[in-house]
């Protein structure tokens, strides 16, 4: 029931800017874990961003300091925003998402770590010298 749709991604130089996003429709649940990972032929998913429901980003130290994640206040799209792009940041970069039911006094993890249970099918980045 729970759909991701990416979309922003195109063909940039170095040193320039994308911004991503990702549509979610379907879900009930208002906690989540959201984040971005990134992957080119031959290598893992790798994962870029993640934030959680009332919490703080985290970031990958590759792209720490240059791209910035953020949910609206709606918790139906999620955007990464990339700045100083270099080539290694090219791949196909899906949204991921889990979502969990809110219990008085409870938490849960969400980090770099964390698995997702909801993926897009990916939009395409690539970034030229």
């Known amino acids: 029931q729970v759909q991701l749709v990416e979309s922003g991604g195109g063909s940039v130089r170095t040193g320039r800017s994308l911004t991503l996003s990702c549509t979610v429709s379907g879900y009930h649940e208002s906690d989540y874990c959201v984040g971005w990972w990134r992957q080119v032929p031959g290598k893992s998913r790798e994962v870029v961003a993640v934030?959680?429901?009332?919490?703080?980003?985290d970031y990958a130290p590759s792209v720490q300091g240059r791209f910035s994640i953020s949910v609206d206040n709606h918790k139906d799209t999620l955007t990464l925003q990339m700045n100083n792009l270099r080539p290694e940041d090219t791949g196909t970069y899906y949204c991921?998402?889990?979502?969990?039911?809110?219990?008085?006094?409870?938490?849960?993890?969400?980090?770099?770590?964390?698995?997702?249970?909801?993926w897009g099918k990916g939009t395409e980045v690539t970034i030229s010298s």
């Open positions: 991921g998402a889990t979502y969990h039911l809110p219990v008085s006094g409870s938490s849960f993890t969400c980090s770099l770590r964390s698995g997702m249970e909801y």
């Open positions: 934030i959680k429901s009332g919490g703080a980003p």
